[in-house]
């Protein structure tokens, strides 16, 4: 198992990959060739739309999204955790 871990400096590549046209395959060619040496490439995005989180879309077989719903929200989704949420 390795481990990558995040920099402050991956906030100015993402203001970079912003101004540049075609990125947003970039980091699927940077794990092509990785690919074969894992069974599982786990990606941990910021909870937010930038260029970097845009790339790993391309980039993934499976995607999964938190949707922020607590334990204690319910059964009823999302639509249940927003109203609990406006209750308190």
Do not use: H, Q
Not at 37 to 54: E, F, Q, S
Not at 62 to 74: D, H, L, M, R, W
């Amino acid at each position: 198992m390795d481990f990558i871990p995040s920099s402050i400096v991956l906030s100015v590549v993402d203001a970079k990959l912003r101004l540049e046209i075609g990125v947003e395959k970039m980091l699927s060619k940077v794990l092509e060739p990785l690919r074969d040496r894992y069974d599982v490439i786990l990606i941990k995005t910021a909870p937010m739309l930038g260029a970097l989180n845009i790339n790993t879309l391309p980039a993934a077989y499976e995607v999964i999204i938190n949707n922020g719903k607590s334990a204690n929200a319910g059964d009823d989704g999302p639509a249940g955790f927003i109203n609990d949420s406006e209750e308190n």
